[in-house]
């Protein structure tokens, strides 16, 4: 399982872009790049998933370059609403189909 | 559609006591999974579940005891709960055992005093 680097922290304001990034120099071949969200007592939740270059949702997108040892979530005009932790998780299924959990990053949005 | 719904959402329990988490999702999924996450730090499997009648072990199952008799229920229980054991438990399931894509329900809060 590839390991991942996030920063611990980040703080933003609202209606500012949020940019992300995870750093995972040993991801292998076949490993996909997932971001979960999760809200203060609340389960986590699926965000994004990608391979490579570009991928765009209702909530996300996420960029990963062309070496993949790096991926970005990136959240347009951030709200309060988007206080949350997020996960960066590749490779990131146990042989028993569970997802493995870092740390994360914790969004703090202020007014 | 609830998606997973899980009960109590909280409930403390004296060093001893045993107790049954319960966890019911309604989208058909065959996996189902129970995590716990203590504060400050990701999630780790307890036991998950392949469908009904059959379970098995995760990274820390000591202490607890799962069962699936039905596609849509899968509850957890503890058993000579131990203050180890504080922690918030989360139920997913998935339509895939490799599915990055799993859905949690909102997470038991437990404490053991």
């Known amino acids: 399982l590839a390991k991942t680097t996030q920063p611990i922290s980040m703080d933003s304001y609202e209606g500012q872009e949020v940019n992300i990034t995870c750093s995972h120099n040993?991801?292998?071949?076949?490993?996909?790049i997932t971001w979960y969200q999760q809200f203060p007592s609340q389960g986590p939740r699926f965000i994004i998933q990608g391979y490579k270059t570009k991928v765009t949702n209702e909530v996300a997108s996420l960029f990963i370059p062309a070496d993949r040892k790096s991926s970005t979530l990136s959240l347009p005009r951030v709200s309060l609403s988007d206080t949350a932790v997020y996960y960066c998780?590749?490779?990131?299924?146990?042989?028993?189909?569970?997802?493995?959990f870092g740390k994360g990053t914790k969004l703090s949005v202020k007014p | 559609n609830a998606g997973v719904t899980q009960t109590p959402k909280f409930r403390i329990l004296k060093i001893g006591q045993s107790m049954t988490l319960q966890c019911t999702q309604d989208m058909n999924h065959n996996y189902m999974y129970w995590y716990r996450q203590d504060p400050g730090m990701g999630l780790k499997l307890i036991y998950y579940s392949v469908g009904a009648g059959i379970t098995d072990k995760g990274e820390v199952p000591n202490g607890y005891n799962v069962s699936r008799s039905t596609t849509e229920d899968f509850p957890l229980r503890l058993e000579l709960a131990a203050p180890s054991q504080t922690s918030v438990y989360f139920c997913?399931?998935?339509?895939?055992?490799?599915?990055?894509?799993?859905?949690f329900g909102p997470g038991t809060r437990l404490t053991v005093t």
């Open positions: 998780l590749v490779g990131g299924l146990g042989s028993q189909g569970n997802l493995i």
């Open positions: 040993n991801i292998a071949t076949n490993d996909y």
């Open positions: 997913a399931s998935s339509y895939k055992r490799d599915s990055y894509e799993q859905y």
